[in-house]
């Protein structure tokens, strides 16, 4: 029994064996030239593709973003695509200052995300894709996280970044709920518990 499988096996594979003989084989490496530094050190683009990079999920999972150069411009570009497949979509300079960046901390039941755009701090509510601003100050502020069960946004405020040494910045927090009091005050009401 096992041998007739073996013998049906080989009798379909024939034909395609066959096919395979009669392409042509590859030019040997002679003909190519001879290797030169200039060719060893050339571009990687250039002779081997670009591939995309920076590969993410968008918030609402009906897209994958990723950074592509097909045309071999100087930078690369963001691109979409469905997860099901499709042509990749080039997105525009406009539409990518409204997207929310791939980086944030989600809180406990990942139903929001709290972020650091332009120097300033973003709630995105997962369920309805709206965002909310949190701060709009001249400083820069970073390190956003959720705080007491999700209550409080904490981020760190005018961080002095110098090389080789750990940034000093004033830590912060802010309400998520619109009756909750000023940013201040809840940084208030924090401090003295802390004191």
């Known amino acids: 029994m096992r ?14 064996s066959a096919a395979f003989a009669q392409t042509p084989v590859a030019a040997p490496a002679a003909s190519l ?22 590969i993410y999920w968008g918030e609402d999972g009906k897209r994958i973003y990723f950074n592509w150069n097909p045309d071999k411009n100087r930078r690369d570009s963001l691109y979409a695509v469905a997860p099901s497949g499709g042509a990749p ?6 539409d990518q200052l409204n997207l929310p960046p791939n980086t944030g901390v989600y809180d406990q039941k990942f139903a929001r995300k709290v972020y650091e755009k332009e120097g300033d701090i973003y709630l995105l509510d997962l ?10 100050t001249a ?19 005018g961080a002095i970044c110098l090389p080789g ?20 005050r809840a940084h208030q009401r924090i401090s003295r ?3």
């Open 3 to 16: 041998v007739s499988f073996v013998v049906r096996a080989l009798a379909l594979l024939g034909p395609v």
């Open 33 to 54: 030239g001879p290797l030169t530094v200039e060719k060893i050190m050339r571009d990687p683009a250039q002779w081997i593709g670009t591939a995309p990079s920076n």
């Open 89 to 94: 979509r080039k997105i525009s300079f406009r």
């Open 127 to 136: 369920k309805t894709n709206k965002v909310r601003r949190v701060t709009n």
């Open 139 to 157: 400083e820069r502020e970073s390190d956003a996280a959720f705080a007491l069960q999700g209550q409080l946004v904490s981020y760190t405020r």
């Open 165 to 184: 040494i750990r940034p000093m910045a004033k830590p912060c927090s802010a309400p998520i709920s619109a009756r909750a009091t000023t940013p201040r």
């Open 193 to 195: 518990k802390s004191t």
